[in-house]
């Protein structure tokens, strides 16, 4: 049986601004490429929500737009407001037993823009907190 126009339409959820982030390897201060990169991450700030959330991509790189590659990731933190957000990407030195003193380099901003979470089809979304 074929799906009625109407069980597919699509339902924008939520959208708001987008942020790509990125922590050079430890005791690098600079990224030449994507071998110096530590960590990747995705800040998203929905609108009409005071609240930032700090994803870490499992794979560096994005995936190509036109490859339909996959990549992995997970919403590590929620947070209140940016300078929480700031302090979390922030410098910070700690010790190993092996290695001493090591250097965790600032992250910084590899781009930004808008994003927007959409739903299509009929599934209900209730158990996820979605209206």
Do not use: C
Not at 46 to 62: D, F, N
Not at 64 to 83: K, L, M, Q, S, Y
Request: charged share 35%; glycine share 8%; aromatic share 10%.
């Amino acid at each position: 049986m074929a799906e009625r126009e109407q069980d597919r339409a699509v339902e924008l959820i939520e959208r708001g601004d987008i942020f790509f982030i990125y922590r050079p390897k430890v005791d690098h201060e600079e990224a030449a490429g994507f071998d110096d990169v530590e960590r990747f991450y995705i800040v998203l700030r929905p609108q009409r929500r005071r609240l930032w959330r700090l994803i870490v991509i499992g794979r560096k790189p994005l995936p190509g737009i036109e490859t339909h590659e996959r990549n992995w990731g997970f919403v590590d933190r929620i947070f209140a407001n940016p300078e929480e957000v700031r302090e979390e990407l922030s410098a910070a030195t700690y010790s190993t037993k092996t290695r001493g003193k090591r250097h965790l380099p600032p992250a910084r901003p590899a781009g930004e823009g808008a994003y927007g979470l959409a739903h299509e089809g009929r599934a209900d979304l209730s158990s996820f907190g979605v209206r």
